[in-house]
């Protein structure tokens, strides 16, 4: 009996050693400043930032600064459908809606992560809302949900325009990350959101379960930080939701 319950007890304090060791590397981690050229890329004529303090606050109108079949026809951004090869297209159109984020300066990663809900989880860089990969209480994106998305791999909704996925590789997109480092957005956390490729172009091979890891951003000026990357795994076909995991840090409210 003696023989079982000593490495019983190894096994526990191996266990707490560990935790310790993961406790001191986010204490040293946490709190890194978001390179504040970051908000640069963002859609001035939809988004607003504002700073006060230790905290940034991101307004967008959700008017995207790219063509869609989503535009009412009398905008000049209105295109047909050229994705998908269908016209098939969810009710409403894009129209001015409003959504408001304030997230901290230095955001840090929380103990545990927190599941995303439906509606708005980020704000992307043309000012258009993120949404995660479910387009209802547990029903994931499927085949007929991506056939109603544009090349921006968004479609409409009652609570407005928003994208789920990585968008299309067509000639009409010249603006949204497809298959590079580009800013997408940032999430409710407060961590930002890249595009598949890390800043030397590579795929990155060290991120955890959201996408997530520590690393140099085009915008982080050679200092570390933790941000997001759309991971490069395609769900079905060739579609690549923007955020399927968990928020790794402290979820704010977007209204
Ligand atoms: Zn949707
Ligand atoms: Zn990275």
Redesign the pocket.
């Known amino acids: 009996m003696k023989n079982l319950i000593l490495p019983l007890f190894t096994i526990l304090l191996l266990i707490t050693s560990c935790n310790d060791d993961d406790n001191t590397d986010n204490a040293t981690d946490e709190g890194i400043a978001t390179p504040l050229s970051a908000f640069d890329e963002f859609n001035q004529d939809a988004v607003t930032i504002s700073f006060n303090g230790n905290e940034i606050t991101i307004e967008s109108n959700g008017l995207p600064n790219h063509t869609s079949p989503y535009w009412p026809d009398d905008n000049p951004l209105h295109i047909d459908k050229v994705a998908n090869n269908t016209d098939v297209l969810t009710p409403g159109l894009i129209g001015e809606r409003s959504y408001t984020l304030t997230v901290s300066t230095a955001p840090e990663l929380a103990a545990t992560g927190t599941t995303t809900g439906l509606g708005a989880i980020g704000i992307s860089v043309t000012g258009v809302p993120i949404f995660n990969d479910q387009e209802g209480n547990n029903r994931p994106i499927e085949e007929v949900i991506v056939e109603t998305f544009d090349y921006a791999g968004a479609h409409n909704g009652p609570s407005g325009y928003h994208y789920h996925i990585e968008s299309f590789d067509v000639p009409e997109n010249t603006t949204l990350s497809f298959d590079d480092e580009k800013l997408v957005g940032i999430l409710s956390d407060g961590f930002l959101l890249?595009g598949r490729r890390?800043?030397d172009g590579s795929y990155?091979t060290d991120l955890d379960a959201s996408g997530g890891?520590f690393?140099v951003?085009p915008h982080s000026d050679g200092v570390e930080v933790y941000?997001y990357?759309i991971i490069n795994e395609f769900a079905f076909g060739n579609v690549i939701p923007l955020f399927a995991g968990q928020l790794q840090g402290t979820p704010n409210a977007i209204f």
């Open positions: 890249y890390d800043f990155p890891h690393g951003t941000h990357h």
